[in-house]
């Protein structure tokens, strides 16, 4: 799903050629029917194996090389190609962001600076500060390896579906952090106490949460009562993960 930050955050489902505004459907009734695949990478309908990718272009494509996951594996600006050196240098070398956010508890996390808000408003962040600018993705993953060992870099999906939040503060947890992080880093430190803080359109938070798979139910059903993330939230404590059906044919009806 698209998002523009807003108030609440406004989501958008991408149809190709349209688009649908996903908060006009919150308390209607939504069916979704599993229809085929069709790789993000070749267009091919080959079953999707991650990231809406075939199996074939996830380990061949230039945009999940392992310095995706892993910032810190990054080697442009050594020159050192992973996969394809001209689209490496183009998404590493540009200025990246590493950055706290509250999502169930706080976290740890690094993303492109133009990124910035999307990547907080995917991950469900109610609250967000940056506490480093740095001119590439490597120097990015070098912070992230060292401020992890102090706080996570994992959400839990559950907690975060459910509402559940963590009282703990933004601002005196990036203090605390700033006394962890190596001597050659703090030169990209943000010293600022700007946090900004994320609205959903939630009208209620489960009990209980389960995740949809649509390979394993075909079709699929029930009320919706939220957005939060990239999770449509349904009445019924049923959450669907829209990235994670991403190269998925699906016929939606409502």
Not at 1 to 13: G, K
Not at 223 to 249: A, C, D, M, P, T
Request: charged share 25%; hydrophobic share 35%; proline share 3%.
């Amino acid at each position: 799903m698209s998002t523009e930050l807003s108030e609440p955050i406004q989501y958008y489902l991408d149809m190709g050629s349209d688009f649908i505004i996903a908060n006009n459907l919150i308390n209607k009734k939504i069916g979704f029917e599993f229809k085929g695949y069709q790789c993000l990478e070749c267009g091919n309908d080959e079953k999707i194996f991650a990231q809406g990718l075939c199996k074939k272009c996830f380990f061949e494509s230039p945009k999940v090389g392992q310095w995706v996951m892993k910032p810190e594996l990054s080697t442009a600006h050594l020159d050192i190609e992973d996969r394809d050196l001209a689209f490496e240098k183009q998404m590493q070398l540009q200025e990246h962001v590493v950055y706290l956010a509250k999502t169930s508890d706080i976290k740890v996390g690094v993303t492109r600076k133009n990124q910035v808000p999307t990547r907080w408003i995917d991950q469900g962040a109610d609250k967000a500060t940056i506490i480093l600018e740095v001119p590439n993705r490597y120097l990015a993953g070098m912070a992230e390896v060292a401020l992890k060992q102090y706080v996570s870099d994992k959400t839990s999906w559950q907690k975060m579906l459910k509402g559940e939040q963590t009282d703990k503060n933004l601002i005196e947890v990036k203090q605390t952090l700033k006394q962890q992080l190596p001597a050659d880093l703090m030169r990209y430190w943000i010293d600022d106490n700007q946090v900004l803080s994320l609205h959903y359109p939630v009208t209620a938070y489960p009990e209980k949460v389960k995740s949809i798979n649509l390979e394993k139910t075909s079709f699929f059903e029930e009320k919706l009562i939220g957005i939060k993330g990239q999770y449509l939230i349904f009445e019924n404590g049923q959450v669907l993960n829209i990235r994670n059906h991403s190269g998925y044919i699906v016929e939606i009806s409502f």
